[in-house]
């Protein structure tokens, strides 16, 4: 039963780091544009 609960606590201590970084990375406008990069991609104005 110790194995179990060791397994528990683990994956809840995990599961809140990866929640508190998706949070500070949200928070810090990582997800601001997500088309961004697809359009610089496709239309490219630099060639002439």
Do not use: E
Request: overall charge negative; proline content about 2%.
């Amino acid at each position: 039963m110790t194995p179990l609960l060791w397994l528990i606590a683990l994956s809840v201590f995990l599961g809140g780091g990866g929640l508190a970084l998706f949070l500070w990375a949200s928070r810090n406008g990582q997800y601001d544009d997500m088309d961004g990069a697809a359009q610089r991609i496709l239309f490219d104005d630099d060639r002439k």
